[in-house]
């Protein structure tokens, strides 16, 4: 599973006016976009049982893989920001991991309880309720996001937040994943290369070991699922180093194009992804002033709430679609066109109050805590010394 300009939402300091020689911006509005388009994917696909019409279009049966899309961004945005830091010798691995929990872990805190009273409230209420919500066996690896790593026994609470389990888990690794960046800075098609044999030996391996696909997995090797498409994203940051993308709007425009081809025609997933990353490295090079809409204001600040467009997902379908299922006669929970777009778009404003209420807040107060951690300790000193 994410501040105005999307430097600010991974903790950069880059002013949103400055570019690159190239031309290429160093806030990369388009990809703050993006998040938000990945993110209702996702949103879609999940909703997508609970609408009244029989099949499912290709794009829509598709739509788990805006994780993957999601993941390579992560991986690209965080060489974006610290990858220099590291293969200079300036990388706080404490600091860095703190500002990742300030940035997740409060809203994943916040969506798993509001998920847990839902589903009491629900039971209470009457309304059908999946008994595996309230999986208590398996909280303590939820509270500490380690439920992707094969240590929940089941899948319960925010199902979502697997992936943000999956994220924590690439957050833990990050100084691999950077050392090995760092070593290629200087061959980003070697690098691009290798990620993407990596991508396509996992998916090809993995379904013939395990009986399910990579991209499906969740609880169960969530973690495995993040890494080749993290380590894609940092090559593809490495191609953008070296040098951005020729002819950016034609080339995100095809990969547009060809990603929605693809799905519509239920392609092999790696094709999806491989084509998200040309996605992102069209997108990335892309100046803003000629990003369009995807640089405006609306689409930005869309962008900057997708990470609790994507957290708030569960507890608002658990809410909305049992509630407009009692309210229009429908046992089945199979509701009319109307009623199940009044919930999709009713999703981004959810997702606006609990980013303003709890996720930039609580981020905000976690920053400032570590920010004055270094004072106390400096006054501490002081006062010995004094002593």
């Not at 690209?76 to 691995?93: D, M, N, P, W």
Request: hydrophobic share 55%; with cysteine; charged share 10%.
């Amino acid at each position: 599973m994410t501040q105005t300009p999307y430097a600010t939402l991974v903790g950069s300091a880059s002013p949103s006016h400055l570019t690159e020689a190239s031309g290429a911006p160093t806030d990369l509005r388009s990809l703050t976009s993006l998040r938000f388009i990945a993110a209702m994917w996702v949103a879609v696909y999940a909703l997508w049982p609970h609408l009244a019409v029989t099949g499912t279009p290709g794009l829509v049966a598709k739509g788990y893989l805006g994780v993957e899309l999601f993941f390579v961004l992560s991986g690209f945005i965080l060489c974006h920001v610290y990858l220099a830091q590291t293969g200079e010798k300036r990388f706080s691995y404490k600091g860095f991991l703190w500002a990742r929990i300030a940035r997740v872990y409060p809203l994943h805190l916040a969506t798993l309880i509001g998920v847990g009273v839902l589903a009491l409230g629900a039971g209470a209420a009457g309304m059908a309720v999946d008994e595996g919500i309230l999986g208590w066996s398996s909280l303590p690896a939820n509270l500490t996001m380690t439920h992707a790593w094969g240590l929940a026994p089941e899948s319960a609470w925010n199902h979502r937040s697997w992936s943000i389990s999956a994220e924590w888990f690439a957050y833990l690794l990050f100084p691999v994943f950077a050392f090995v960046a760092w070593r290629l800075r200087a061959r980003p098609l070697a690098a691009i290369v290798g990620a993407l044999v990596l991508l396509a030996a996992l998916y090809l391996v993995f379904p013939r070991l395990a009986g399910f696909h990579l991209t499906e997995a969740t609880i169960a090797w969530g973690a495995l699922r993040i890494v080749p498409c993290f380590a894609y994203g940092c090559a593809l940051y490495l191609m953008f180093r070296n040098r951005p993308l020729p002819m950016p709007g034609l080339i995100s425009a095809a990969a547009a194009v060809l990603m929605i081809a693809a799905a519509a025609f239920s392609l092999w997933d790696g094709v999806l992804v491989a084509l998200s990353g040309l996605l992102i490295l069209g997108l990335a090079s892309l100046p803003n002033a000629k990003a369009g809409l995807l640089a405006s204001k609306p689409a930005v600040y869309l962008g900057e709430i997708s990470y609790s467009v994507y957290m708030v997902l569960v507890p608002w379908q658990l809410l909305a679609v049992n509630l407009a299922a009692r309210l229009t006669n429908a046992p089945d929970k199979q509701l009319q066109l109307f009623v199940w777009l009044a919930i999709l778009a009713g999703l981004p404003v959810v997702a606006a109050v609990s980013y303003h209420l709890v996720e930039f807040p609580a981020r905000r107060a976690l920053r400032r805590l570590a920010d004055r951690a270094p004072q106390r300790t400096r006054k501490l000193r002081d006062a010995q010394s004094v002593s």
